[in-house]
């Protein structure tokens, strides 16, 4: 089944605590993409990867990290969580392949900082 | 950068049809898509529109208007399960391949 995974769905921490959030998709898909969704504000991205070792800054970027080491993996690093990080957090993946070039998206992370 | 704008909140009667309005301001275009949230999931495709004109898919369709900024998502039919937010996402030219979303429209349908 073609789906994009993430890993875990929901986490509670600290601030200071470092916490990587997993995405993978099987899709053999060449963008992927972070973003966070809070209330009022909608869908931001985060960063966003064009293909393996290319990656760049979206709206939000600012205490997060990425790699692309691997096409069908693209983690979110926080190195020193927030409170202002708790959020909804969806990892997505696309093609130029497809006609459309719709994203499929993850069932989400939540996300608690204490 | 690219600035979208849709409404917040809309309600309608189940059997009924709704129009949520998107308007954008982008530096380029290269396309325009419709998607559907439920309350804690994870968006899904509805639609995408490149050139003006409607888009028809079963009960939903989808319009353009690129020399106005503006689209539109139709729901006919109305049903309790089309109760969800709607997101309006813009593609410009260059830069990022990967659409900027505005805020959503949450729909509630009543019976």
């Known amino acids: 089944e073609a789906q994009v995974t993430q890993n875990p769905r929901y986490l509670i921490t600290v601030t200071g605590k470092k916490l990587t959030v997993t995405c993978s998709q099987n899709?053999?898909?060449?963008?992927m993409s972070w973003y966070r969704q809070d209330p009022g504000l909608g869908l931001r991205q985060i960063y966003y990867s064009m293909n393996v070792e290319v990656t760049d800054k979206g709206d939000v970027p600012e205490g997060y990290k990425v790699s692309r080491k691997e096409k069908r993996n693209f983690p979110l690093i926080l190195e020193s969580p927030s409170p202002n990080q708790t959020s909804l957090y969806f990892c997505a993946s696309s093609s130029p392949d497809r006609e459309v070039e719709e994203q499929f998206f993850g069932p989400g992370t939540r996300l608690t900082v204490l | 950068g690219q600035n979208i704008d849709q409404p917040t909140e809309m309600t309608a009667t189940e059997g009924a049809i709704v129009q949520i309005n998107c308007t954008y301001q982008t530096s380029g275009f290269n396309g325009l898509f419709w998607y559907q949230q439920h309350a804690g999931e994870a968006p899904t495709f509805l639609s995408y529109?490149?050139?003006?004109g409607l888009e028809e898919k079963g009960r939903f369709s989808s319009f353009l208007s690129r020399s106005k900024g503006y689209s539109y998502l139709l729901l006919k039919e109305l049903q309790m399960k089309d109760s969800a937010s709607y997101l309006c996402a813009v593609r410009g030219l260059g830069g990022s391949y990967i659409p900027t979303f505005g805020r959503g429209t949450s729909l509630i349908v009543h019976p």
């Open positions: 899709m053999n898909h060449e963008y």
């Open positions: 529109n490149v050139l003006d």
